[in-house]
């Protein structure tokens, strides 16, 4: 139902910033819970930041204090600012959304985006 395209990820040295953006499709997007997921080859994909059609937002204890996830209605976009990246925080990064929150939390997704590579550099 909703379409999502990622883009913003890079090379960058430890330390440094990058701010991920998620571009969505659909009429009822503001009533969509959003997230950002990331994955590593050989390790499942793990949640690390969501924000609910309110603006609740909670985050993985990995970025907190690191990262933000915001959302622009009126654009019909989603941010994530990532700020003091460390090599672990290296991962492919998606985009999801789905109606409620609990399908973020439990992975169960609706829809997701195609992925954006960070890479962080030590």
């Known amino acids: 139902q909703v379409q999502l395209v990622e883009s913003g990820g890079g090379l960058v040295q430890a330390g440094a910033s990058l701010r991920l953006s998620c571009a969505a499709s659909g009429r009822t997007f503001s009533r969509y819970a959003m997230g950002w997921f990331r994955q590593v080859p050989g390790k499942q994909r793990e949640l690390v930041a969501a924000?609910?059609?309110?603006?609740?937002?909670n985050y993985a204890d990995s970025v907190k204090g690191r990262f933000t996830i915001s959302r622009d209605n009126a654009k019909n976009t989603v941010y994530l600012q990532m700020n003091s990246l460390k090599p672990e925080d290296t991962a492919v990064y998606y985009c999801a959304a789905d109606p409620d929150l609990n399908g973020l939390v439990t992975g169960h997704v609706g829809s997701w985006g195609q992925g954006t590579q960070v890479t962080v550099s030590s």
């Open positions: 924000i609910t059609s309110g603006g609740s937002t």
